[in-house]
C-alpha cells in the first residue's frame, strides 16, 4: 500500500521567513504534484514533478523532487499572507494502464502571520 | 480557461436514500476520478475511469457506489444508500493524459447525510 506523510502537518510563520514542507512516500513513483487548497474550496494543481532531480519554481514556491530518496520538498521563501493554506502532496499510484489515481498526504495547513 | 464543473454544489440526505453527483469533466479529457474528503482530513482516491470502465477503485468504493458516463459530458457518482459516514466533499477530476499531466479538481459537491 502507498503512503505518502507529510511534516510539519500544521505550520505558522511570519510573512518573510522561508520554510519548507516535506513529502515522503514509500513506494517507488517518479510521480508527484503539490496542490493547494484555500479552506472550504477545490485543489488546485502547483507543480507536477514527473523525474528525479525535477525542479520546480512559481513566484515564492519552489518544488522538487528525489526519486532514489522517495522524497520532495516545497520551499517557501519569504513567505506573504496569501500563501496561507492547506499543502497537499500526492504521488501517482503508477498502475498499468495510466488512469491511476493518486494517494494524498494529509496536507500541511499553513498559516502566515504579519 | 476550461474547467471541471460539478452540480449541486452541497447535497443533503436522508441516511438510506440514493443520491447521485454529476461532474462535467473539461471535454478533452480523457481520464476521470472521483475522491472524497471528509471534514478536516485528507482527499482519498474513489475510482478511475477510462475507455467507459472502471479502471482502479479503492476500498472505499464498495458496492453502494457506482459511476457512469452516461453521455459525452457526465460523469456521475452514484451512492445507492447512504450512510451517515458517507458524508463528505466529493470531488470530481480530470486529466488530459495518462499521468504525465496533473488532474485537474472540480469545485466538489458536499454531501450531507441526516
Known amino acids: 500500500e502507498l503512503k505518502v506523510e507529510q511534516n510539519p502537518l500544521f505550520l505558522s510563520m511570519q510573512e518573510g521567513k522561508n520554510y519548507t514542507i516535506y513529502c515522503n512516500y514509500s513506494?517507488?513513483?517518479?510521480?508527484l504534484y503539490w496542490y493547494r487548497q484555500d479552506p472550504g474550496k477545490s485543489l488546485e494543481s502547483l507543480f507536477v514533478?514527473?523525474?528525479?532531480?525535477a525542479v520546480k519554481q512559481e513566484g515564492r514556491l519552489m518544488a522538487s523532487l528525489d526519486t532514489k530518496a522517495r522524497l520532495s520538498t516545497l520551499h517557501i521563501t519569504a513567505a506573504v499572507h496569501d500563501l496561507s493554506a492547506t499543502y497537499f502532496c500526492?504521488?501517482?499510484?503508477?498502475?498499468?494502464?495510466?488512469?491511476?489515481?493518486?494517494?494524498f498526504g494529509k496536507g500541511t495547513h499553513l498559516i502566515i502571520q504579519p | 480557461e476550461p474547467e471541471v464543473t460539478q452540480t449541486p454544489s452541497h447535497q443533503v440526505t436522508q441516511m438510506g436514500q440514493e443520491v447521485i453527483l454529476r461532474c462535467v469533466p473539461i471535454?478533452?479529457?480523457?481520464?476521470f476520478y472521483w475522491y472524497r474528503q471528509i471534514l478536516g482530513q485528507k482527499v482519498e482516491f474513489l475510482v478511475s475511469?477510462?475507455?467507459?470502465?472502471?479502471?482502479?477503485k479503492s476500498e472505499i468504493f464498495d458496492d453502494q457506489f457506482s459511476v457512469e458516463r452516461p453521455d459525452g459530458s457526465n460523469f456521475t457518482l452514484k451512492i445507492r444508500s447512504t450512510k451517515l459516514e458517507d458524508s463528505a466533499m466529493y470531488f470530481c477530476?480530470?486529466?488530459?493524459?495518462?499521468?504525465?499531466?496533473?488532474?485537474?479538481f472540480g469545485p466538489g459537491t458536499r454531501l450531507t447525510v441526516l
Open positions: 500526492a504521488v501517482d499510484m503508477m498502475l498499468v494502464g495510466g488512469a491511476d489515481g493518486l494517494t
Open positions: 471535454s478533452n479529457h480523457l481520464y
Open positions: 477530476a480530470s486529466r488530459q493524459l495518462a499521468s504525465a499531466d496533473t488532474q485537474y
Open positions: 513506494t517507488t513513483s517518479d510521480r
Open positions: 475511469f477510462y475507455n467507459n470502465e472502471i479502471s482502479e
Open positions: 514533478l514527473l523525474s528525479n532531480g
